[in-house]
């Protein structure tokens, strides 16, 4: 368990932009903010500092609750507790609005992670840690927009690695829920295509992170 921050550090996290997360404070209290996880220096001029997933999440906490009391937050590009929900689990953790806010937090700081990092700034195509993590990232793209994952008795999505470089397999429990996976896969700027597998016939999704 982590300390939660101070007040007057959390007066810093409350200020910052609602949608880049840009701070503003005293190099001390960007500093300490960095030191906890909760904020980034941005490498190129003019170097502001940023919040981190783990910053919009104390960010827009319940007061009191669990990231008040500095348990474990959510960081999905540092391999934290977050982790989004590739389908199967056999003990899915969290559930309900607790859950939605942070899926919606950890995909924000997704967004964020590919305006700052992309060349171009571009927030449409994934970024290169996508593109490192690519079971993990179209799992959270489809959460993100409210599609259900399997689970050890439901139906859902399914995300699974594949032989082939920078791809992903997508199954769903019919070709309504797979044509809509690879709509919501499309708009968070993947490639897909839906195929067969040859022995099962089953139907999926190959879907890859777009360059350009």
């Not at 609750?65 to 474990?72: L, N």
């Not at 599609?147 to 050890?152: D, K, L, N």
């Not at 809509?180 to 040859?198: K, N, V």
């Amino acid at each position: 368990m982590t300390r939660p921050p101070t007040a007057a550090q959390r007066r810093v996290i409350d200020a910052a932009d609602p949608v880049t997360g840009r701070l503003r404070g005293t190099e001390a209290q960007l500093a300490a903010l960095v030191q906890r996880g909760l904020a980034f220096r941005h490498p190129r001029p003019p170097h502001d500092h940023f919040l981190t997933p783990a910053g919009h999440r104390i960010r827009q906490a319940v007061p009191g609750g669990s990231e008040e009391r500095g348990e474990p937050v959510a960081v999905p590009a540092s391999g934290g507790v977050f982790a989004a929900r590739v389908g199967g689990e056999e003990d899915p953790s969290g559930s309900g609005p607790a859950r939605e806010r942070e899926v919606h937090s950890a995909w924000q700081g997704l967004v964020e992670l590919r305006r700052m990092t992309n060349p171009d700034g571009a927030t449409d195509r994934p970024c290169s840690w996508e593109r490192t993590h690519l079971v993990r990232a179209a799992a959270l793209a489809l959460e993100a927009a409210g599609h259900r994952p399997a689970g050890r008795d439901d139906d859902g999505y399914r995300v699974r690695a594949t032989p082939q470089p920078e791809a992903v397999a997508v199954y769903a429990p019919d070709g309504e829920a797979l044509r809509a996976c690879a709509a919501t896969l499309e708009r968070a700027g993947w490639q897909t295509g839906e195929y067969t597998e040859p022995r099962t016939r089953v139907r999926y999704l190959l879907a890859s992170p777009r360059r350009v």
